[in-house]
């Protein structure tokens, strides 16, 4: 093979690594979210404010439930310490559904936000983006009391 061959195979062989879905089947994928939206949730009962903020991307948006869009990771992540000061947490959130798209790059998850009685009073929607490295950042998120429409 010529030189010029190879110089011009590059870019195609390139361009096929970079669609080629990512490593494991969907279930695999989905199982992967949901784990890390329980670690995400975990760092409320911990109280554990920097790891919360680890699971969420630069460019993050949080709609924040209608009361102000939150642009970017240390926006949202300042606004949140508030949930993180006192002793004990002031809510929980487990996920209960998890899609991903075929691609693997997406994921959507969502489930029930419960006050420390347990009484659940809310849903949380949370949009998760692979990162080259495999990690899951959040990259949407909201929530919406129960009954809003």
């Known amino acids: 093979m010529n030189r010029r061959a190879l110089l011009l195979s590059a870019p195609a062989v390139l361009a096929a690594c970079a669609s080629e879905p990512p ?34 991307a630069e460019d993050a948006v949080c709609l ?5 869009e939150l642009r970017g990771k240390s926006a949202i992540a300042e606004y949140w310490k508030r949930y993180y000061s006192a002793v004990q947490a002031p809510f929980s959130w487990q996920p209960d559904r998890v899609a991903v798209l075929d691609s693997g790059l ?44």
């Open 23 to 56: 490593m494991g089947g969907g279930a695999a994928l989905a199982r992967d979210v949901m784990d890390t939206e329980r670690a995400f949730a975990a760092t409320m009962a911990a109280r554990d404010h920097a790891a919360f903020a680890s699971f969420i």
């Open 64 to 68: 924040n439930g209608g009361r102000g």
């Open 106 to 149: 997406l994921a959507y998850s969502t489930g029930p936000v419960a006050a420390p009685d347990g009484k659940v009073f809310a849903r949380f929607y949370s949009t998760w983006r692979r990162e080259p490295t495999g990690a899951w950042r959040v990259i949407f998120d909201d929530g919406c009391n129960l009954g809003c429409p």
